[in-house]
């Protein structure tokens, strides 16, 4: 297996690893390094069934299946779909084409470690790839901002809600998304988390707040809180703390949800078909107490 770093910090690609085959210790642990390093590890020229894609992103901590998302293999619940195809009329996957800058699972008590994603249509337009996912770095983010807001911020808390993210997204254009329902809204209640992580693989500070769920630093007033959000949101998406991952059919894309926060890129149409299997893996091997 080798690991080659992309110049921007963030983002590597890691060739000669065939991940149909159970992974050895030594490979697992090589990923987990570079996942909290560079934060998004890319492995083209894969092929992989839905249980491939299962027993692969098992290996990094438990497997979520998702509250809302009712698109997912038959077999394997945790393998979600990710398309904006429809057949017969019906949408076969959730499209999250436009979901604007987010950390998954940011909204649950037990955060997630990382997304594995396994492209298997992927829309072109004169030779360049569509709906490329995009990242930010968390680490850089903490690390530049103002001493006086590390030091005003440190020890606080931020409210995620699963609820804020959903509505954005059912306001879009063409969307399928019902409302949640009651009993969707009482298992994923507002929850805290710490503003600043201590990241479990590198042992850094990183910035977890997020545009997508974060709704309100905890011990501010409400007018500090909404200045300081507004504050992080802007300084944490500026364009040196970004890269993006331009899609081939049959990569297989991994990404540290502690470390970045990621936004899907919306430029394709209805008619450019993407369609992706996506494994979301909880942070229990980090945080076993929350689980
Ligand atoms: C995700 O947020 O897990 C999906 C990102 C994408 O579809 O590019």
Redesign the pocket.
Known sequence: MRIEPKVSGLGATIHDIDLSKPLSAENYKAIEQALGQYGVVSFPNQELTAKQLRDYAENFGKLEINVANMYHDEQYPEVMI?SNIKENGQPIGLS?AG?DWHT?MSYSKTIAFS?V?YGIKIPFRDGESL?N?AFCNMHAAYEDLPEGLKVELDGMTVTHDFNKFWEMMRRKEGSSRPPLTEEQRKRKPPVSHPIFLTHPITGRKVLYANPGYSMRVNELPEARSNEVLQFLFEHQTQEKYRYRHPWAEGDVLMWDNMGTI?N?VADYSPDERRL?K?CQVMADKYFPELY
Do not use: E, K
């Open positions: 990710l999250d979901q998954d997304n994603l709906g996912t990621h899907a992706i996506r």
